[in-house]
Nanobody, 125 residues
Framework: QVQLVESGGGLVQAGGSLRLSCAAS????????MGWFRQAPGKEREFVTT????????SYANSVKGRFTISRDNAKNTVYLQMNSLKPEDTAVYYC??????????????????WGQGTQVTVSS
């Protein structure tokens, strides 16, 4: 079992920055890959980024590439999402997810078996 708790969401103006955190508990955090997804109002949940078990490999959706950075601190059991140059279209509920069965995950939701409760990010124009 893995429990995930996100924090750091809020309201920010376009062009601003936010850093999301996701604290994990339960299984050994450094054993598995982590990811971030988001769901905007009226849209399906979509992949944002993923990071491998040791943080060496990362992957991003094209829509956030160059603006968002995922990282992890295995000593603190925490994964981060640094979001810069935010746009109104980044407004969504952001979810962290654990792919507990693999050390390197991709963009498919089915690889992720534990999810946080989500944190709201709102970007005003």
């Amino acid at each position: 079992q893995v429990q995930l708790v996100e924090s750091g969401g809020g309201l920010v103006q376009a062009g601003g920055s936010l850093r999301l955190s996701c604290a994990a508990s339960g299984r050994t955090f450094s054993d598995y890959a982590m990811g971030w997804f988001r769901q905007a109002p009226g849209k399906e949940r979509e992949f944002v980024t993923t990071i491998s078990w040791r943080g060496i490999s990362t992957s991003y959706a094209n829509s956030v590439k160059g603006r968002f950075t995922i990282s992890r601190d295995n000593a603190k059991n925490t994964v981060y999402l640094q979001m810069n140059s935010l746009k109104p279209e980044d407004t969504a509920v952001y979810y962290c997810a654990a792919a507990s069965g693999t050390k390197v995950a991709g963009p498919k939701e089915r690889q992720y078996d534990y999810w946080g409760q989500g944190t709201q990010v709102t970007v005003s124009s």
